[in-house]
């Protein structure tokens, strides 16, 4: 049985183990990145193919007489066409659950930026700002204590569950918003309520028709002018030039984002622009601790294996 794995740079596979991956099918081929124009003729004596960003499309689907099974190295399905693949009987597989602690972790590094503003100093101590100081210390950036504070958390599957007990760990009260579903869930509260309260506003809900752009001007118009808005679920929960425009204006504190609609973004993203007041953007790096992307490798090693199982039975 042949496989393939489409875009093994998004997960640089030299500092995992892949020996469990390696031995899960007879034969494997392994490629860094993959274009485009590049994906039928790679995936045409596939039985199983690996992608994390690589699209397979209803026509590149159709066109693989082989293609038994898609795994999907991420949580999220919306680079293959689902439709296509279910009319040919071909499983999509993907991983959920992985990457936890490292984004959970991520998420509170950002919050703890934006309230400490320790970057901003430390980069003022590197230009020698500290040197020519007066006094002993520098007082040049308002400083948040959190204890205290009000963290409202959008989302509360296992992320946003994690992020709240990082909260609780300093003090901070929690606010959870009302599901999207509909359904009624004790402990929750009216988003209204939660942005009118929250001085952190932690994004972890996924991306669908009623949180596309969610974060809107009027989202942003009624958080507290001292709030931070933190992202590291999706970006397309954000109208971007709504959030650089309440920036601009002094709408809200600040914000810290791990995700963008595009990724990678063109360089003249609103979000990108040099004279944005205090917005801190990672590059998608949330997840990609070591021990998580090896959590992910292992759990696409398992659906190989239990699809296998389930072919032979």
């Given at each position: 049985?042949?496989?393939?794995?489409?875009?093994?740079?998004?997960?640089?596979?030299?500092?995992?183990?892949?020996?469990?991956?390696?031995?899960?099918?007879?034969?494997?081929?392994?490629?860094?990145?993959?274009?485009?124009?590049?994906?039928?003729?790679?995936?045409?004596?596939?039985?199983?193919?690996?992608?994390?960003?690589?699209?397979?499309?209803?026509?590149?689907?159709?066109?693989?007489?082989?293609?038994?099974?898609?795994?999907?190295?991420?949580?999220?399905?919306?680079?293959?066409?689902?439709?296509?693949?279910?009319?040919?009987?071909?499983?999509?597989?993907?991983?959920?659950?992985?990457?936890?602690?490292?984004?959970?972790?991520?998420?509170?590094?950002?919050?703890?930026?934006?309230?400490?503003?320790?970057?901003?100093?430390?980069?003022?101590?590197?230009?020698?700002?500290?040197?020519?100081?007066?006094?002993?210390?520098?007082?040049?950036?308002?400083?948040?204590?959190?204890?205290?504070?009000?963290?409202?958390?959008?989302?509360?599957?296992?992320?946003?569950?994690?992020?709240?007990?990082?909260?609780?760990?300093?003090?901070?009260?929690?606010?959870?918003?009302?599901?999207?579903?509909?359904?009624?869930?004790?402990?929750?509260?009216?988003?209204?309520?939660?942005?009118?309260?929250?001085?952190?506003?932690?994004?972890?809900?996924?991306?669908?028709?009623?949180?596309?752009?969610?974060?809107?001007?009027?989202?942003?118009?009624?958080?507290?002018?001292s709030a931070f808005l933190i992202n590291t679920a999706r970006g397309g929960l954000v109208d971007e030039p709504a959030l650089a425009d309440a920036l601009h204006k002094g709408e809200i504190a600040g914000a810290a984002l791990d995700v963008l609609g595009v990724e990678p973004p063109p360089?003249?993203?609103?979000?990108?622009?040099?004279?944005?007041?205090?917005?801190?953007?990672?590059?998608?790096?949330?997840?990609?601790?070591?021990?998580?992307?090896?959590?992910?490798?292992?759990?696409?090693?398992?659906?190989?294996?239990?699809?296998?199982?389930?072919?032979?039975?």
């Open positions: 049985m042949r496989g393939v794995f489409l875009d093994t740079s998004t997960m640089k596979l030299e500092e995992l183990d892949t020996s469990a991956l390696e031995k899960s099918l007879d034969h494997w081929a392994f490629f860094e990145t993959t274009a485009p124009g590049e994906t039928a003729q790679r995936i045409a004596d596939a039985e199983v193919v690996i992608t994390n960003k690589v699209v397979l499309d209803r026509a590149l689907i159709e066109d693989a007489p082989n293609l038994r099974l898609i795994c999907v190295c991420a949580t999220g399905t919306n680079n293959v066409d689902l439709g296509a693949a279910a009319e040919k009987n071909i499983p999509v597989l993907n991983v959920s659950g992985y990457t936890g602690s490292s984004l959970a972790q991520h998420t509170l590094a950002l919050i703890l930026a934006l309230a400490t503003r320790w970057h901003q100093y430390d980069a003022d101590v590197k230009a020698g700002r500290w040197s020519e100081s007066k006094i002993f210390c520098r007082l040049d950036y308002p400083v948040l204590e959190l204890a205290g504070k009000t963290l409202g958390i959008i989302g509360y599957g296992d992320l946003g569950q994690k992020v709240a007990k990082l909260g609780e760990a300093l003090g901070m009260r929690i606010l959870v918003a009302d599901s999207f579903s509909g359904e009624q869930k004790p402990g929750r509260v009216p988003l209204a309520k939660l942005l009118a309260e929250s001085d952190v506003v932690s994004l972890h809900c996924p991306l669908t028709e009623h949180t596309d752009k969610l974060v809107n001007h009027s989202f942003l118009a009624s958080m507290k002018n360089a003249d993203h609103p979000l990108l622009a040099a004279n944005i007041p205090n917005l801190i953007i990672t590059p998608h790096n949330a997840w990609i601790s070591r021990e998580s992307r090896q959590r992910l490798l292992n759990g696409v090693v398992r659906n190989i294996i239990d699809w296998k199982a389930q072919e032979r039975d």
